[in-house]
C-alpha cells in the first residue's frame, strides 16, 4: 500500500519560511521522480515544484522560483520543499505525489499517481 505523507504546513507572517516534508512508504522511493503541487480555494490545483529521481534538475513554477527549493533524501524516503520569503498567494495545500507517466513531463498532473493528503500552508499579510 502506497502512503504519501505531507507534513510542515501552518500558519505564517509574510516573509517566513516553511519546510514541507513527505515520507513515502510502499514504493521503491528512489525510483520515482517526485513533485510538489499545492491548491488554493476554489483554485485549480497547480504544479509548484518536482524532483528527478536522483536529485538532479528541479523544476520550479515561476511562480515560486528563487524562492523555494525542492529536495530529497533517498535513505530516508523523504522529499522535501524549503519555502521562503512566503506570500500570502502562497497560502494552498500543498500535495506531494509521485511521477508514474514521464510522457506527460514533470509540470503536468497528468503524470503523476499517487498523492498525499495535503498540508496546509496559510501565509498572512
Known amino acids: 500500500q502506497v502512503q504519501l505523507v505531507e507534513s510542515g504546513g501552518g500558519l505564517v507572517q509574510a516573509g517566513a519560511s516553511l519546510r514541507l516534508s513527505c515520507a513515502a512508504s510502499?514504493?521503491?522511493?528512489?525510483?520515482?521522480?517526485m513533485g510538489w503541487f499545492r491548491q488554493a480555494p476554489g483554485k485549480e490545483r497547480e504544479f509548484v515544484a518536482a524532483?528527478?529521481?536522483?536529485?538532479?534538475?528541479?523544476v520550479y513554477a515561476d511562480s515560486v522560483k528563487g524562492r523555494f527549493t525542492i529536495s530529497r533524501d533517498n535513505t530516508k524516503n523523504t522529499v522535501f520543499l524549503q519555502m521562503s520569503t512566503l506570500k500570502p498567494e502562497d497560502t494552498a495545500v500543498y500535495y506531494c505525489?509521485?511521477?508514474?507517466?514521464?510522457?506527460?513531463?514533470?509540470?503536468?498532473?497528468?503524470?503523476?499517481?499517487?498523492w498525499g493528503q495535503g498540508t496546509q500552508v496559510t501565509v498572512s499579510s
Open positions: 505525489t509521485t511521477s508514474l507517466d514521464s510522457r506527460y513531463g514533470l509540470q503536468s498532473a497528468a503524470g503523476y499517481g499517487y
Open positions: 510502499g514504493i521503491i522511493f528512489r525510483t520515482y521522480a
Open positions: 524532483i528527478t529521481w536522483y536529485g538532479a534538475n528541479p
